[in-house]
């Protein structure tokens, strides 16, 4: 019992400690990892034990895959041929920037995604008098919208995939419809609540002009190195590579953590980098901070504790599936979009498998309401998600500063809307598959 204990006070303080960001989140799990080893709750064998290191492995050739392709500058030379075909018309930046980045956030991740489209968005409609705050909300909201699609496209999917087994084909299968449904309703809200701001300037002949000149600079200080394209078909490949075998998982039995290691390691000797340098970008933090929450959560189960909220918590609600889905979706969306989505998915797997033994719902249903109430709740606040504070960072390095009141009034309403198509979609899903 004195365990139990200690084990429930160490998770609490370091999930708060994570959500009020007053140490680093590796050193607040790690911390709170060696506190429960100190105390003898749980011993270093069973803590190496709780890591799910296919998680782990994904996010590890996931992230030296892209670090590799960004320095063949084709994520740069995409967004510039982006700023390019949208000839300076506000609503063809929107649609195209967030087509764009909705698929990349699907196939690479939504900070990466971010990282690369922000910086010229912001150039490109800062250049044409316009306001780049709502673009730069709009295109973190949407890297969280199309990065739900896929195992790969969000930490919480890649969390739940490995843990629960699922493959990248039955992420896309299932999730694509309601991500599509959300990405248009989301461009619908932004276009119809920001009308006068996507007026066409074809009639305006200097405005033009200076939109020609303002691309002529982005280009010139976006693709200022020559592309190797020797080097970007051999990222291209692997990339490629990776995702074949995601998608073939179910024929070549190969799990997406070794597919992902593969093509990476694989990368890096074609391409003979500097592995160093490789090495040196891979947020190594991330990887920590995952190892710790999962020894952290693992010491919870394996004390009862997830077991007693299951019971006492998620099944006081009856058995009855429709609300069994629909409680985990939206306690999902809410609890995400104010605490780290990815501790608060760690926590909830073993609590959906708990009750999934209880009930009886099919087809991983209460899998895809976790996964789609983690992705699009982290929209609700600037907070929600880590592609939200990279966004808001790079926009105040342009002296565009974006508050939290500012952030929300777009994003809650758009969350909501994201979360009753999700409610309505998984609904209609439950009631064919019973």
Request: charged fraction near 10%; glycine fraction near 6%; include cysteine.
């Amino acid at each position: 019992m004195e365990d139990t204990l200690f084990a429930i006070v160490v998770f609490v303080l370091v999930y708060a400690i994570i959500t009020l960001e007053l140490v680093n989140k590796a050193v607040a799990a790690l911390l709170g990892v060696m506190v429960l080893l100190m105390l003898g709750v749980v011993d270093e064998h069973s803590a190496a034990g709780f890591i799910d290191f296919e998680t782990i492995m994904l996010l590890l050739g996931m992230m030296a895959i892209v670090i590799i392709l960004r320095q063949t500058g084709f994520f740069s030379m995409v967004s510039v041929k982006i700023a390019e075909l949208t000839r300076g018309s506000p609503l063809k930046i929107l649609l195209l920037f967030s087509i764009v980045t909705a698929v990349m956030s699907a196939f690479l991740d939504n900070v990466t995604t971010v990282l690369i489209m922000v910086p010229i968005i912001i150039e490109l409609t800062m250049g044409m008098g316009l306001d780049p705050r709502l673009y730069v909300i709009s295109q973190a909201i949407i890297s969280n919208i199309g990065g739900t699609a896929t195992l790969i496209g969000d930490p919480p999917n890649i969390i739940i995939g490995s843990k629960v087994g699922l493959t990248f084909n039955q992420f896309l299968v299932n999730l694509s419809l309601p991500v599509v449904l959300s990405f248009a309703a989301t461009l619908l809200y932004i276009w119809f609540t920001n009308r006068e701001q996507f007026q066409p300037i074809n009639t305006n002949l200097a405005k033009l002009f200076s939109v020609h000149l303002l691309l002529e600079k982005i280009r010139y200080q976006y693709l200022d190195t020559t592309i190797d394209r020797v080097f970007l078909a051999k990222g291209l490949f692997c990339l490629g590579l990776a995702i074949a075998l995601f998608v073939t998982q179910t024929i070549t039995g190969i799990s997406p953590g070794v597919a992902a290691l593969f093509a990476a390691m694989l990368l890096m000797v074609i391409t003979r980098v500097e592995v160093e340098t490789v090495l040196e970008e891979i947020e190594w933090g991330t990887l920590l901070f995952f190892a710790g929450l999962f020894i952290l959560v693992g010491t919870l189960e394996e004390k009862g504790v997830i077991e007693w909220i299951a019971h006492n918590v998620f099944l006081k609600v009856g058995d009855n599936p429709y609300v069994l889905v629909l409680v985990v979706l939206w306690v999902s969306g809410i609890a995400s979009g104010f605490l780290d989505n990815i501790p608060f998915t760690i926590t909830m797997i073993p609590i959906v498998e708990l009750l999934l033994q209880s009930t009886h719902i099919p087809n991983n249903i209460l899998w895809w309401a976790l996964a789609l109430g983690a992705c699009f709740g982290g929209n609700i606040t600037m907070i929600g998600a880590s592609a939200n504070i990279v966004s808001i960072g790079m926009a105040k390095k342009f002296k565009q500063d974006i508050t939290f009141l500012e952030f929300m009034k777009s994003s809650v309403i758009v969350s909501l809307i994201t979360l009753s198509i999700a409610s309505i979609y998984l609904v209609v899903y439950l009631w064919i598959s019973i």
